[in-house]
């Protein structure tokens, strides 16, 4: 392995919307600096990066990956992150580590919709940013058309540093715009006009002298646009053409190299953490200090077994060293470090400052970790991740995997932080929740191949509550004779609505020992029992008091069973007469649409029985605040998408519980006895 400093070092993201180039884009960065022997292939399923079988399956990357190369005494290291906003998580994570992001936007089609989602993450985490038009070579790429597109999100300080030469088709190569050439074509002329005045711009003595009309020296002119692009005060375009002849991937290897910051030039956020893992004070996290790193990314290899991929950001890491986690504030010891091209992994004997690096079989690790010296403690500032919306109900499909769906479920859960699980008090559901139908599909399918447990899915039961809305009263015995000890009780009860959200009140009037004392606990044992299991459509029973006013018991055969059963077939008899009513959960909404989509937004949600609170808008997008029943929102993930192409988003989150309208209520009831008499049969 080349030595290298970490001055040397070059960490980059390739971000962008799906289907842009970008994995394409970084197996040409591979071959070209023959890191690799062949040019790798997303169609073919020979690609380095996109090793996973749900990758080769479905033709586009799912996770991200790393990917290194050596590129005149630079050290590039590129995270190939997934551009569909399914799996916006893994480039969430991937910018938290890198110090510059390559932003691929289709030369044909243009930006797109998580190219502008990724680039707002790159410029909240203030990372320098390269433009790159992939796939420059297909029949309809023009130049003038893209940058008109790229410019109009992104701003006019996106500056092409290099020119094609032809377009479409007749795309041959690229011209340098800085330094300019003596016979310099027109259109990069007028290109290093425009990238030099935003060079100068962010210098006030170098813009004074260049407006006086001083010649500036080509040295003085590089500093200042290295210093605007770091700055985040440039966006320099390349456009490329990856797959076939490689045109221009040189370009953009010798500009990541020439511009891109290494992680000696970048300040790191970073806290000094108290004994509990609690973040504190600032403290400065220099490339030559102490160890410390993040674990950014963690996976199972059903060969490796857990593998966690961390970012060092200051000291070296020599193998067989102790380490820290502030979480968790254990420590272990490494025993190997591995270097990672794709899947392949290289063991090193050292890692240092800037590196990207891999830890085999350390199960304490999570994403988002800490890790230092034994005698320092530090915390990284947290990942933001988008709150999941899709969800589905799974059983196993083979009874007795129980067990082992809960442990791969776990393991899942555990590497991907927009995937979710829980067990539904109400409904008793296992329900997983992920950013879509096509996560959840991913999810599922690594778990039936990794782990060998397959699934039955469905759409979530709604978590309906049962309640009442007038008084009743009804009277029952239980008398049971089979021969020997035989069973009897006999109950009076009344129950009335209490305020919403008061829950459950039980209450004994019995007096002159018409029920002894000792059986008054085994009524409400039974009431409970039916509280739990639901009266009308089998979903649990609130805000409800129940008052046993008189009854009967028999001095032999009255027991705790016999109370318990006429205490639950009383209650029942005394919730047909007390108007029963479903309560429905309401959840409050914020959307986030494009404001040409606004309108028919607010009519879908009108026409789900949702409620507008409130409108905003942010820039070119509209922000729609609601509340709208949870029922009407179980596949609206989908719906939004459609409705809008794609640009829509949503969150949720839990408001109270409102009253079924009634024609809904009778096919909720109606469905409940139709599985209740399936049942039976």
Known sequence: MAKYGTSDIRNIALVGHGAAGKTTLAEAMLFRTKATSRVGSVRDGTSVLDYEAEEKERKNSIDAAIGHCSYKGKEIQIVDTPGYPDFVAEAIAALAVVDAVV??????????????????????????????????????????????????????????????????????????????????????????????????????????????GETIPPEELKAALVAAFRRGDIYPIIPV????????????????????????????????????????????????????????????????????????????????ATVANTRSGGSFKVAHIYRLQGKEQQEIPEAQAGDLVAFAKIEDLQQGDALCTPDLRVAFPPLQFPKPMVSLAVEPKSRGDEAKLSGAIAKLADQDPTFKVNRDRQTGELVITGMSNLHLDVVLSRMKRRFQVEVVTRIPKVPYLETITARGDAKYRHKKQTGGAGQFAEVWMRIEPQARGVGFEFESEVVGG?????????????????????????????????????????????????????????????????????????????????????????????????????????????????TIPQSELMTYSTELRSMTGGEGSYTMKPSHYDVVPAHIAQQVIAQYKKVEEKEED
């Open 241 to 320: 053409a990856g797959e076939k002849d490689l045109i221009g991937v040189d370009d953009l290897l010798a500009t990541v190299a020439d511009l891109c910051p290494s992680p000696a030039d970048r300040k790191v956020e970073a806290l000094e953490a108290d004994g509990d893992g609690e973040a504190g004070k600032p403290v400065a996290i220099v490339p030559d200090g102490p160890f410390t790193a993040r674990v950014f990314k963690t996976i199972y290899d059903p060969f490796v077994g857990k593998l966690s991929y961390l970012r060092v950001f200051s000291g070296q890491l020599p193998q067989n």
């Open 103 to 212: 932003v691929c936007v289709d030369g044909q089609a243009g930006v797109r919709v998580n190219t502008r989602k990724v680039w707002s993450l790159a410029a909240e985490r203030s990372l320098p940013r390269l433009i790159v038009l992939t796939r420059f070579d297909q029949e309809h790429a023009k130049l003038a058309t893209v940058l008109d597109d790229i410019r109009g999100q992104f701003g006019d300080r996106a500056v092409p540093l290099y020119v094609p030469r032809g377009e479409g088709l007749q795309y041959k190569g690229n011209e340098l715009v800085f330094p300019l050439a003596k016979d310099a074509s027109e259109a990069a002329t007028a290109a290093n006009q425009r990238l030099v005045e935003a060079a100068v711009e962010g210098d006030e003595a170098l813009l004074e002298r260049y407006l006086g």
């Open 514 to 626: 018409a029920i002894s004392q000792s059986f008054i606990p085994s009524i409400e044992k039974g009431v409970r029992h039916v509280m739990e299991k639901g009266v009308i459509a089998g979903f649990p029973v609130v805000d409800v008091k129940a008052i046993v006013y008189d009854g009967k018991e028999h001095p032999v055969d009255s027991k705790d069973i016999a109370f318990q059963v006429a205490g639950r077939q009383c209650f029942k008899l005394c919730v047909q007469q007390a108007k029963p009513v479903l309560l429905e959960p309401i959840v409050e909404v914020e959307i986030t649409v494009p404001q040409d989509a606004m309108g028919a937004i607010m009519g879908d949600l009108n026409g789900r029985r949702g409620r507008i609170v409130s409108t905003d808008t942010v820039g070119n997008f509209a922000a729609i605040k609601a």
